[in-house]
């Protein structure tokens, strides 16, 4: 897939041991129960859709898709949420999505 955004690596670069810590913590709470990759990927895209996070719907979307989950899976994920966040929102969320999986992102 993609190389990481440039502010995710500068943010790397200049605050290592936070970043160190933020990733340790990710895996934990990914084998802390019984939920797989794909799923959790899945749910931190709702999450991410749901909070207006366009770097994160980028980075859920692209690591779902890393995780095995089909295009049809994330637009239903970001689609199930509409009478929840509301329709404009999912727009947002969805072209956000379409940035990683149509490859408009660089």
């Known amino acids: 897939m993609s ?4 502010q995710h690596v500068s ?4 605050f290592k041991k936070i970043l160190t810590a933020v990733n340790n913590l990710g895996k934990a709470t990914q084998h802390a129960g019984p939920i797989d990759k ?5 749910i931190k895209l ?8 366009e770097g994160s719907v980028h980075s859920h979307t692209r690591r779902a898709l890393e995780a095995g989950a089909t295009t ?4 239903h994920t970001i689609l199930l949420l509409t009478t929840v966040i509301g329709f404009p929102t999912v727009s947002a969320a969805l072209s956000w999505a379409d940035d990683i999986i149509i490859g408009k992102q660089n």
């Open 72 to 75: 049809e899976e994330i637009y």
């Open 3 to 6: 190389k990481l955004p440039k």
């Open 38 to 42: 794909k799923t959790a990927q899945l």
């Open 46 to 53: 709702s999450a991410a859709s749901a909070i207006r996070s």
């Open 11 to 14: 943010i790397t670069k200049r």
